[in-house]
C-alpha cells in the first residue's frame, strides 16, 4: 500500500509530508518531466508505508506539466489511498478534485488543512455532514502545528472507495442511475453548484 | 447587462454567466463555473492578469482565459 498526498498547490501537502514521515525523505525526480515529487516513509500501525508528495493539481483534467504529473502518478498507484488536502478556508474549491479523485475509485481521506485559518475568518464547516454525505473520512488538520494528525492517520485504513452516485444521491437527495442501467435508466443528476 | 469578466471594472460584482465551452474544465477546479458569484478583486496594466474573488477566495486568470468568460452585472 502506498499513500498519495493530493491537493491543490499551497495548501500545505508537503508540510504534511514533512510531518507525516518526521522529513525521512528523498528526492525523486520523475523522468521526462521537470517537475519533482518528494517520496518518505512513515509508520502505519507498525509497518512502513511509502508516502509520495504528488506536485498540486487543480483538477484531474491536466493543464500544465505539474498536473501531467500528478495525474499519472495516480494512475501508476491504482493501489494507493489517496490523503486529500484541502485549505479548509477555500473547500469548496478542493472538494472538485477531491471528488474527481473518488469518482475514479480510490480510498481517500479529506484533511481538511489550515483548519485554523478558517477558523480566524470565521468559516464554519460541519465536518460530520460533509463525512455523511461524502462516505470517506474528514478530518480537520493544522499541518504546522500538528494537530489533527493522528485522527487523521487513525482513518487511513478506514479509506474505502465509494461510488460517485451515492454521493450525489446523499448530496442532492436525488436517486441516480448507474451507467449499468440501475433504475431503467431512470432520472439522472449531476452536481451543481 | 453581460460583459466580458475582463471588461469588469475594479470591485465590480456579477454572476457567471457563460464559460467557453474548451475552458469550462479548465477553470472549474478553480471554482469558477456558472452561476457563480464573482468580483473584480484586482486589474493588473499592460494586459497583465486579473485577480478575481469566488467564494472568498483568489483566483487570478490571463486575461485570454478572462476574455471567454461572461458576466452578468447589476
Redesign the interface.
Known amino acids: 500500500m502506498k499513500i498519495l498526498l493530493m491537493g491543490?498547490p499551497n495548501v500545505g501537502k508537503s508540510v504534511f509530508f514533512n510531518r507525516l514521515t518526521g522529513a525521512k525523505v528523498m528526492e525523486s525526480n520523475y523522468p521526462g518531466t521537470t517537475v519533482d515529487f518528494t517520496k518518505g516513509w512513515m509508520r502505519l500501525e507498525g509497518e512502513d508505508v511509502e508516502l509520495i508528495d504528488v506536485p498540486g493539481?487543480?483538477?484531474l483534467?491536466p493543464?500544465d506539466r505539474a498536473e501531467e504529473v500528478a495525474v499519472k502518478m495516480l494512475e501508476e498507484n491504482r493501489d494507493s489511498v489517496v490523503v486529500c488536502v484541502l485549505?479548509a478556508?477555500?473547500v469548496?474549491?478542493g472538494l472538485?478534485?477531491a471528488l474527481e479523485i473518488i469518482e475514479r475509485g480510490y480510498p481517500v481521506v479529506v484533511a481538511l488543512n489550515m483548519w485554523d485559518v478558517a477558523e480566524d475568518?470565521n468559516?464554519k464547516i460541519e465536518v460530520e455532514k460533509l463525512e455523511r454525505i461524502l462516505g470517506v473520512p474528514v478530518v480537520p488538520t493544522t499541518a504546522i502545528s500538528g494537530e489533527g494528525f493522528k485522527e487523521l492517520v487513525s482513518k487511513i485504513k478506514e479509506a474505502a472507495p465509494v461510488k460517485i452516485e451515492k454521493i450525489i444521491e446523499s448530496a442532492s437527495g436525488v436517486r441516480v442511475a448507474t451507467s449499468a442501467g440501475e433504475g431503467g435508466g431512470g432520472e439522472s443528476a449531476a452536481v451543481?453548484? | 447587462m453581460e460583459k466580458k469578466l475582463s471588461e469588469m471594472e475594479f470591485d465590480e460584482e456579477g454572476t457567471v454567466k457563460e464559460i467557453k465551452e474548451n475552458l469550462r474544465k479548465q477553470v472549474a477546479g478553480m471554482g469558477i463555473r456558472e452561476g457563480k458569484e464573482i468580483r473584480m478583486a484586482t486589474k493588473q496594466p499592460i494586459k497583465g492578469p486579473v485577480v478575481v474573488e469566488v467564494d472568498k477566495s483568489f483566483t487570478s486568470l490571463g486575461l485570454g482565459v478572462a476574455e471567454k468568460i461572461v458576466v452578468e452585472v447589476g
Open positions: 491543490h493539481a487543480f483538477s483534467e493543464k485549505d478556508s477555500k469548496e474549491r472538485y478534485l475568518k468559516i451543481s453548484g
